[in-house]
C-alpha cells in the first residue's frame, strides 16, 4: 500500500505565495516521477509540473516562471513553490507519483487527497 499526503494550501492574496508540500510513504521499491495536478470547480483535471528521478522537469503554461516543482533530499517527498499566485490559480492540488511496488515492482500511478488553494482578495 502506498499513500501521499499533501500539505501547504490555504487561502492567499493575488501576488502572494504558497508552498505545497506531499510525502510518499509504504510499499515502495521506486519513484520514477513525481507530480502537481490541480483541479478547478467545473474544469477537468490539468498537469501543473512534474519531475523524474533525474531531476528534468516539465511545466505547464500557465505555471513557467512562477511556480518551481523539487524533490527533497529523502527522494520521497515533493514540493511545489508556487509565487505571483492569480486567482485563477484556485483549485484543489493533487500531488501524484508513479510507483513501482515492493514486492512485485509492479508500475501504478498514485495520487493524494488534494489539498486546496484560494487565491482571492
Known amino acids: 500500500q502506498v499513500q501521499l499526503v499533501e500539505s501547504g494550501g490555504g487561502l492567499v492574496q493575488p501576488g502572494g505565495s504558497l508552498r505545497l508540500s506531499c510525502a510518499a510513504s509504504?510499499?515502495?521499491?521506486?519513484?520514477?516521477?513525481m507530480g502537481w495536478y490541480r483541479q478547478a470547480p467545473g474544469k477537468q483535471r490539468e498537469l501543473v509540473a512534474t519531475i523524474t528521478n533525474g531531476g528534468r522537469t516539465n511545466y505547464a503554461d500557465s505555471a513557467k516562471g512562477r511556480f518551481t516543482i523539487s524533490r527533497g533530499g529523502a527522494w520521497n517527498t515533493v514540493y511545489l513553490q508556487m509565487n505571483s499566485l492569480k486567482p485563477e490559480d484556485t483549485a484543489v492540488y493533487y500531488c501524484?507519483?508513479?510507483?513501482?511496488?515492493?514486492?512485485?515492482?509492479?508500475?501504478?500511478?498514485?495520487w493524494g487527497q488534494g489539498t486546496q488553494v484560494t487565491v482571492s482578495s
Open positions: 501524484n507519483a508513479d510507483v513501482a511496488n515492493r514486492p512485485t515492482m509492479m508500475r501504478y500511478d498514485y
Open positions: 509504504g510499499s515502495i521499491f521506486s519513484i520514477n516521477a
